[in-house]
């Protein structure tokens, strides 16, 4: 599929002709790219569900969301010629932050061999459907400030914004990753005292991972924002619907009302829910029950 995109570069141009032909041809540039990345996403997403509905495994769930944001960043990579500095540390930002997730998840859905999330869902294959498609366009979404950066325009050299925003990304993959070893390591010590973890970065925020993913991806809007002007801006929908998502959608709510299921009743747990932020780390406060 990434090497399809040939089409487009041919009807552009070498290079990034968008740069060279003014603001209608990046207006042009732009909805080509957005169409072929929603087409690659969601080409994926169909190419996966295939194989999940077929062989009803959930080993290839999380694989196929890490792996369309490598493709996506691929596609545009290739699309703009890799010609600056620019170009090829964003495209390395979104890889390795994919990379990283997942090998991550791949390990825990081998340990854990099947996904309680989709027991329900399996059973109706059109919700089961759904949930690709939405899957799909959730990663076209947030790649949204990534795409129309390389439609709109790539600088030659890196300047303070792109090396800040850099910056920012990598305290974001240093607090997710931690975080992840630090909850895996400790769903798999069976000499644990309690269910849910309550130590290091946990300690400071109850949802540190999802604190880490989201410092990470504003840090990608920063390094492209210096860049951005005009309608370009609408690419910040893409970190605005991941924290609308996380902190009220499926994310945050979602496992506060699962761990209040399952511990709500121990006081202990009480006591870290009293004295543990839900998303920002800070430190905890006393340990009083609610």
């Not at 925003?165 to 309690?194: C, T």
Request: charged share 15%; with cysteine.
């Amino acid at each position: 599929m990434i090497c399809s995109g040939g089409w487009i570069a041919e009807a552009l141009g070498p290079g990034h002709g968008a740069r060279r032909f003014g603001r209608p041809a990046i207006a042009q540039t732009a909805l080509t790219y957005l169409l072929a990345t929603l087409a690659l996403s969601l080409a994926i997403q169909a190419f996966f569900f295939a194989f999940a509905a077929g062989f009803r495994s959930d080993k290839v769930t999380d694989l196929s969301y890490s792996l369309s944001f490598i493709a996506l960043a691929a596609f545009l990579l290739l699309q703009t010629g890799a010609d600056g500095w620019a170009q090829i540390v964003l495209t390395a930002m979104v890889v390795a932050w994919a990379v990283r997730l997942a090998a991550y998840l791949v390990r825990r859905i081998l340990l854990m061999g099947h996904d309680p999330r989709f027991d329900r869902m399996r059973g109706d294959l059109r919700k089961f459907l759904a949930f690709w498609a939405l899957q799909g366009l959730f990663v076209w979404v947030l790649m949204l400030p990534v795409t129309v950066w390389f439609a709109w325009h790539v600088p030659d050299r890196l300047g303070p914004v792109h090396w800040l925003g850099l910056a920012i990304w990598v305290v974001g993959l240093a607090l997710e990753s931690i975080a992840d070893a630090q909850k895996f390591a400790h769903k798999r010590n069976p000499d644990r005292a309690q269910g849910w973890v309550a130590h290091g970065l946990w300690r400071w925020s109850r949802h540190p991972n999802y604190f880490g993913e989201l410092v990470l991806w504003w840090g990608v809007f920063i390094f492209v924002a210096a860049d951005l002007s005009g309608w370009s801006w609408l690419g910040a929908i893409g970190p605005i619907t991941l924290v609308g998502l996380l902190r009220f959608g499926t994310g945050i709510p979602q496992l506060e009302k699962s761990a209040k299921r399952k511990w709500g009743q121990d006081p202990a747990y009480r006591q870290y829910v009293a004295a543990t932020n839900l998303l920002i780390p800070g430190p905890p406060g006393p340990p009083s029950p609610r």
